[in-house]
C-alpha cells in the first residue's frame, strides 16, 4: 500500500525547504556581521570626528 499523498509530497518537499531554510540563516548571520562591522566603523568615525572637533576647539 503507498503512503498517504500528503506524506509523498511533505517527503518531496523536505529537502527543498530544508535547503532554503539554512539558506535564510546563512543570509541573516551575514546581514548581523555586516550590520555589526558598520556599527563598529561608524563609531570609530564618530570617535574621530569628536577627537578631531575636541583639538580644533582647544586651539
Excluded: T
Aim: aromatic share 10%; proline share 5%; hydrophobic share 40%.
Amino acid at each position: 500500500m503507498n503512503p498517504p499523498l500528503g506524506e509523498m509530497l511533505i517527503g518531496a518537499v523536505q529537502p527543498c525547504l530544508d535547503f532554503v531554510v539554512a539558506d535564510f540563516k546563512c543570509l541573516q548571520h551575514y546581514r548581523r556581521k555586516q550590520s555589526a562591522l558598520g556599527l563598529l566603523q561608524a563609531s570609530k568615525y564618530y570617535h574621530i570626528n569628536l577627537e578631531i572637533s575636541n583639538i580644533e576647539w582647544l586651539d
